[in-house]
């Protein structure tokens, strides 16, 4: 009977189960009715009888879902500073916010996937272990940021500034970029196999450690790289 009621309330959510604020929302009407149901149980009820009785008290929630989900969805595309925030591991998958500042906010594992952040800002933020697949980063500012072990997996990333970041262990293998600024990173550890670099910057940068395996560039990129000691023994020079 728990799992009918699992099934009812699945039915009722299911439009939006994008909405991390709604889920956390249904999780706890389904704790709270589980708990209802098994009481009328041991009162005597049979199950069905119980199962109904559980269903009638929940009324009508679908203006509450409705209010949640719209407030999270305005927020999601017209709040536009959310800068010294904590927003550790928060669900922003698929956002769109259009010059937006998260300067100097906590991100840390949180997620960003598919999103359009096209010229946002999120200079001095922490974003340790943060996620931005297949997110649009351009024009996007990550100046003195700790972006150790974000993943930038199929991301847009043409005239994103990271200067003076920490990128250690970052992959951004498999990409182009175009007009993408690293000057004074520390690249430690990150990875830009077969990536193809076009008009790219590495002013001051540590690229010691720095994988190139594959990496395509032009000759200019080639001799600066080379003099800030990268092991560039098996890039491609057009």
Excluded at 10 to 38: A, C, G, M, W
Excluded at 42 to 61: F, L
Excluded at 65 to 88: G, P, W
Excluded at 185 to 212: E, M, P
């Amino acid at each position: 009977m728990n799992e009918k009621l699992k099934r009812y309330l699945d039915e009722i959510f299911s439009p939006y189960e994008d909405l991390h604020t709604v889920r956390e929302l249904k999780e706890e009407i389904y704790f709270d009715l589980q708990d209802k149901l098994n009481n009328l149980i041991e009162q005597g009820h049979d199950q069905e009888t119980a199962y109904r009785m559980t269903i009638d008290s929940i009324g009508d929630i679908n203006e509450i879902i409705e209010s949640i989900s719209s407030q999270t969805r305005e927020l999601k595309q017209k709040v536009k500073d959310f800068s010294a925030l904590n927003l550790q591991n928060a669900d922003l998958n698929g956002v769109v916010v259009h010059e937006g500042k998260f300067n100097c906010s906590s991100l840390k594992g949180s997620n960003f996937s598919g999103s359009d952040l096209t010229n946002c800002s999120f200079k001095c933020g922490d974003l340790y272990d943060a996620i931005f697949d297949g997110a649009n980063l351009t024009g996007a500012k990550f100046n003195k940021s700790n972006l150790e072990n974000v993943s930038f997996k199929n991301c847009s990333l043409n005239d994103t500034d990271f200067s003076g970041s920490n990128l250690t262990g970052v992959n951004f293998d498999d990409l182009t970029l175009s007009g993408t600024i690293f000057d004074k990173t520390n690249l430690t550890g990150a990875s830009f196999k077969n990536t193809i670099f076009r008009d790219v910057t590495f002013k001051s940068t540590n690229v010691r450690k720095t994988i190139f395996d594959g990496t395509t560039m032009d000759k200019l990129t080639y001799a600066v790289l080379k003099s800030n000691k990268a092991d560039l023994t098996k890039v491609i020079v057009i």
